[in-house]
């Protein structure tokens, strides 16, 4: 049974004879949860994310810039908190980034160049189900004292119960909307990865190192050049990976 806190929480974000605050006219229930994590703990800014059993699958919300580039390059590389928290089935909390380089060679330091000093990562779980990541971070190093640690558990708890609660609501087969465009960009990345392996000849696994690092050198977004791909405007060959 949920807590009297986490109770609260998703009052506070369900809300739906409430006008929403200033600011966040129509938005989302994961930005709004984002939003509210953010004042609550307190952090920076906060993303979640749906995770699959191969890493980061989506940003279902993202607070800020920061939050996310903080998603897009967990998605980007495939590393970082949100993944270690996912695969561990256990919190994450990086106080200080600037130490977390050979954690995370890729993410670690084009993370703290956008201004995230501290991450915490948070699964979302109950049982053998694992559904996703609450990111939270800093801009300044610190680690959460242990009220702010309960209250952004708290969090992850409530945001467990919402995506429990909008599949649950759902025909079997089907994602919930709040999910299913999150899920259709995971997609199209598994069919840009598909591209790859036969344009340049590698297996799934090469091709999808190869659509992050050209993502990562080129400093675009991985849905935004997974696109690209299946709409055949960049190619990757075997011979000189060009891309036109």
């Not at 956008?114 to 559904?131: E, Y």
Request: glycine share 8%; hydrophobic share 45%.
């Amino acid at each position: 049974m949920a807590s009297l806190r986490v109770r609260q929480i998703l009052l506070d974000v369900l809300a739906i004879d409430q006008p929403d605050p200033p600011g966040l006219e129509g938005d989302t229930v994961w930005r709004r949860l984002c939003m509210s994590a953010a004042r609550s703990v307190p952090v920076s800014g906060a993303g979640v994310a749906l995770m699959t059993p191969t890493g980061h699958g989506g940003t279902l919300a993202a607070t800020d810039g920061p939050a996310e580039v903080m998603e897009n390059l967990q998605l980007t590389l495939g590393e970082g908190p949100c993944v270690n928290a996912f695969r561990d089935r256990r919190p994450v909390l990086e106080h200080d980034l600037t130490k977390a380089g050979a954690r995370w060679p890729g993410f670690a330091p084009a993370a703290a160049e956008a201004g995230i000093a501290a991450i915490f990562a948070f699964p979302l779980q109950i049982g053998a189900i694992r559904l996703g990541v609450l990111d939270l971070y800093r801009d300044t190093p610190g680690s959460l004292d242990r009220l702010q640690l309960a209250e952004a558990l708290d969090y992850a708890a409530a945001a467990t119960t919402i995506l429990l609660d909008r599949q649950y609501a759902t025909s079997p087969g089907e994602l919930h909307p709040d999910l299913a465009d999150t899920a259709d960009s995971h997609r199209e990345i598994h069919q840009a990865t598909g591209v790859i392996a036969a344009q340049a000849s590698v297996p799934i696994n090469e091709a999808l190192l190869l659509l992050r690092a050209r993502a990562y050198s080129e400093e675009r977004p991985l849905l935004e050049l997974a696109h690209d791909v299946v709409a055949r405007r960049v190619t990757f060959h075997s011979e000189d990976d060009h891309h036109e």
